[in-house]
């Protein structure tokens, strides 16, 4: 097995066949439960949240439940078509779905109260200009939350090349952000950052 990235080629998560069993099935809720990490968030029922890479809405909708309302931004259309049915059949109201880059996310500076990004931070080619992104929708003091797989050998996620640490995140945050907290498993990281007062 190669350690070594293909060249010319990146990495996205396949929405074709049946991504909604490798979104929500058994095994992923065994290994990245849902519910405990938006628990270590500590949302407030007045916040606004943005779920970046929403997908199907696997954080979104407990997160509905402990904030004021989520924005789930996607850029892919199969995915928010079906997070649109899930919201329409469970009148998830506090959901709002909204097709969008997150490297330029269609909001006002200053929109949001806290910031997911749970598994795309690997995805995106450049992904200083990600955090900028997710600094500048942040109110003052706001809060970002990565969620991503560990960079080692764990048969989970994309190849280990795409993979970025922890250690990454924080290095490239570190303009914007300071780290408040670190969860770990064998599988993912969660990592809790706090805007700082750049003013």
């Not at 994309?158 to 907290?181: C, L, M, Q």
Request: charged residues 30%.
């Amino acid at each position: 097995m190669s350690l070594f990235r293909p060249k010319g080629k990146s990495h996205k998560f396949d929405s074709s066949g049946d991504f909604t069993e490798r979104l929500e099935g058994e095994r992923r809720r065994r290994l990245i439960p849902p519910e405990p990490v938006v628990d270590r968030m500590q949302l407030a029922k007045d916040e606004v949240v943005m779920d970046l890479g929403a997908g199907i809405g696997y954080f979104s909708f407990p997160m509905a439940e402990r904030a004021k309302e989520v924005i789930a931004i996607d850029i892919e259309p199969k995915m928010l078509s079906v997070l649109c049915e899930r919201i329409a059949s469970a009148a998830a109201s506090r959901i709002t779905p909204i097709r969008g880059d997150i490297s330029e996310l269609p909001l006002k500076d200053g929109a949001v109260d806290h910031v997911l990004a749970a598994f795309v931070y690997h995805e995106v080619p450049d992904q200083g200009r990600f955090i900028e992104e997710a600094a500048r929708v942040l109110r003052p003091k706001g809060k970002l939350t990565v969620v991503d797989f560990q960079k080692r050998f764990t048969g989970e996620g994309p190849p280990i090349w795409v993979k970025k640490s922890p250690e990454h995140v924080t290095r490239n945050a570190s303009k914007w952000f300071r780290e408040t907290s670190r969860f770990e498993t064998r599988v993912f990281y969660q990592l809790s950052l706090i805007k700082l007062d750049l003013v």
